[in-house]
Structures are given as C-alpha cells and as structure tokens.
C-alpha cells in the first residue's frame, strides 16, 4: 500500500464519483479505477459499491475513509515535527509510558524536561512496556517508563519505586465500606483485569499477585485501557487494583481500599528503560530527574 492509494481513495470518498474525483486528482478515471481495485485486493475487502445510481462506502470503506484522514493528520504533524527539529538544529527526545504512571511524577518529569533545554525536542508516545522495548531498540523512544520487569542484553533498566496496589470498588460495594481488603477478599470478587494486550504486561503481573499468596482471581472481564476498567467497575462488573497513584484520579462513584497481602508484596514497580550505551547528557539528565521526583514523591504519599 502506497500513501498514493490512500489519496486516491480519500478523493473518490470525497467526491462520492469516480469522474468527480479523477478530475478532483487531475488523473484519467481508468487508472483511479484500477488504483482503488488494487487497495481492495490488498485489504482483502471491498470498499466501495458500485450501482447505476453512483457509489457509496461500504461499512469497511467508512471505517478505512475515517481512519485513514486520521492517519493524514498524524502524517501531517510528522512533517511539521521533522521541518521545525531541522529549522531549530534541535535533537528529538522520546519517551514511552505506560498511562498509569501519569498519575504520579511522570507530568512532573514531562514539565521539567520539556523546559530543560530549548535545543530538545521531547516527545511522548503512551506505549505499555513490551511495546516501550522495541521501541527503544529501533529509536523511535529515548526513555521508557513501564511496570513490567524484562530482560534484555541490548537495554538498561531502573527500578525508581515500587508502588502499593489498591482495590478499586464501587461505593455501593457491600466491602467498599472496610478500612482495607484481603487478598483472599478480594479473590471471591469478580475481576476486572487490564491490559488484555500485548502480553505480557500488568495485568499478568497482578494475576502473578495473586498466585504468590495463593490464590487466583476470578477474571470475567479483560480491557485494554485503565479507564475503561474503571467504568466496568462502576457499571457493577466487579472490582480490580490500580497503582495507589491512581486513587488521586478515581471518579466520585468509586472507592479505594488498601490491599493487606501479608507476608508478600501487593505492589507494582515503576521502572525506567533505556538503550544500553547511550551516554548522551539529556538521557543522563533525564534519569536523575526521574529518580528525584520519584523519591519525593514516595516520601510524600501519606501512609
């Protein structure tokens, strides 16, 4: 597929008419038709219905039109990305994070990176952690910050905190209104368990929770966004564990409570990626920074 197809399409989507949107294209109408037939034949669907009464979109030719003015306008911010670091000689900095970290220091970080250097250009990409190790090997991130433990020759890793994990329940839950939960509690519940994917990610680590002290959580239903767990949650699902962090965020019809896990540890580290051997000073600065917010922001949490 060529950026060419996807013009050809948006035209003809446009137009509602191969000869409108030939001539929108300034091409003749027998090569716009064959450039569609060839999009189709790659997708393996069919976009377009094509009647004596004209054209129209089908279901899939709606999803891809929509999809694909998405994917100009991310194009579109690349290229005023690329043209403004070359105007300014300045260097690109990425980082990927996984959401629930935005809860905690990370904004903190993101503001005081952003104002560290004018030469740098940061960037952010919302990425869960197995994406976050790919990215780094291929450059497209300079820093990751994710919550699941990897090993990889080609990256360094830090673990900043680890941070407690608590119960999110409805307010009208029956246990919503004890002062903390059990593991054991907390296993006759039904669960609502994120990311489904990729794996691994945490909510492999929360079941792996689970199963050290001895028990396994009854998941009936998996979400891809922490958000969307949380409305599960309060639409009655059952019930599910977020970073403490979190508890800042929660909307008014939910409830957290402590997790009492015993002898283990009901947390979830907060770890920092990098590509090994880079020894570039805004990654060094960056690091330090991160390891400082953190720590301040462990010693301010109350108990």
């Given at each position: ?6 013009r ?16 929108a294209?300034?091409?003749?109408q ?18 377009v ?17 929509e ?6 306008a ?57 994406p ?8 497209r ?21 680890d ?6 329940l ?7 209104t ?23 990610n945490y ?34 699902m ?33 770890i920092?990626?990098?590509r090994?051997?880079?020894a570039?000073t ?10 400082r ?11």
């Open positions: 597929m060529e950026l060419r197809h996807l050809y399409f948006q035209a003809l989507a446009r137009e509602g008419s191969f000869t409108r949107a030939a001539a294209l300034h091409i003749a027998p090569p716009l038709s064959r450039q569609i037939r060839q999009l189709e034949d790659e997708l393996g669907v069919c976009l219905e094509r009647g004596t009464r004209g054209l129209k979109l089908t279901e899939a030719g709606r999803f891809f039109y999809q694909s003015l998405q994917l100009n991310r194009l579109e911010e690349i290229v005023v990305g690329t043209r403004r670091l070359g105007a300014h000689a300045a260097r690109w900095f990425g980082i990927g994070f996984v959401p629930s970290t935005l809860s905690g220091f990370v904004p903190e970080l993101i503001r005081y990176l952003r104002q560290a250097d004018a030469r740098v250009e940061v960037g952010l990409s919302e990425m869960t952690t197995l976050q190790i790919e990215a780094l090997k291929s450059g991130i300079d820093l990751g910050i994710g919550r699941i433990p990897f090993d990889d020759s080609a990256i360094e890793r830090r673990v900043l905190m941070e407690p994990l608590v119960a999110v409805p307010r009208t839950h029956p246990l919503a004890r002062k903390r939960l059990t593991v054991a509690q907390l296993a006759t519940q039904p669960f609502v368990l994120y990311p489904a994917r990729p794996r691994p909510g492999d680590h929360v079941v792996g929770l689970f199963r050290a002290a001895g028990y396994q959580p009854v998941v009936v239903q998996e979400a891809n966004e922490l958000q969307t767990a949380l409305g599960l949650v309060a639409a009655g059952g019930v599910t564990v977020v970073p403490a962090s979190v508890q800042r965020s929660l909307r008014a019809d939910l409830v957290s409570l402590p997790v009492a896990a015993g002898d283990a540890a009901f947390t979830s580290p907060v920092l990626s990098w090994r051997g880079d570039s805004f990654l060094t600065q960056a690091i330090a920074a991160a390891e917010l953190a720590r301040a922001g462990v010693s301010s949490d109350p108990p």
